[in-house]
């Protein structure tokens, strides 16, 4: 049987969609320079909506860390690290931010960032820094 | 034959030799921060403060470490180094030393 290229593709498809997607969980932390807890929203490439719907917040309600699971489709993927301002009645975050911006806005602190890799310490801990 | 015969304990022999350097995880590296009162993590823990010390850094299964420091009224650096940044550091250059900027 001659095997045609689009044989080849397909069975190049069928093998990736078979191994599936590397994965790998991550504990996140966020700190300010006086090293006291943020509450932060987390962010993985550019998915604010996701982030929200997920709830992947980290000192919100507490000082606590994030298991973050992280699906590696690429070599290096980014995650940010924003804060979000807490309503003390509820212990919720008052808004969502959709940017960086509306974040620092909302909050003072520069959103921090990190390009991870599948390899790296599981611990990551994110310092950020008043505007 | 004669040569086949050679290689095949030459090529044993270079495999034994890399054996060390390819399976060391850990070095003792010396970092110092200005100001000394700076906090500094490794890979998110506080392993203590800008002095000049010298830390036991194990890569483990990692293949890059997370060095940070921050301290008030400063411009936190967060570092992720490779084993062979931190190998070309110590033998080029020796301690990791940083000064951190202070904010505007």
Known sequence: MKITRNHSLLLTALLVSCAGVPTRTFQIDAIDVDESPVPCIVVLGDDWAGAAENNQYVNVGGDNSLALKVPFDRPEVDIVVAAVPVDPATGKPRIQPKSRTESSDATGFLADFRRVRLTDPERNLFILRRR | ?104
Do not use: H
Request: hydrophobic share 40%; net charge positive.
């Open chain 2, 1 to 104: 034959m004669a040569n086949r015969n050679l290689c095949i304990p030459l090529a044993s022999l270079l495999a034994l030799a890399c054996l060390p350097a390819c399976s060391t995880t850990a070095f003792k590296v010396g970092i110092a921060v200005d100001p000394p009162t700076a906090a500094v993590f490794v890979n998110g823990t506080r392993v203590g403060q800008g002095t000049r010390r010298v830390y036991d850094v194990d890569f483990g299964s990692s293949e890059r470490i997370c060095v940070q420091a921050a301290a008030p009224g400063f411009e936190p650096v967060t570092e992720l180094l490779t084993k062979q940044q931190v190998q070309d550091q110590l033998s080029k250059y020796g301690d990791f030393r940083w000064t951190l900027k202070q904010e505007k």
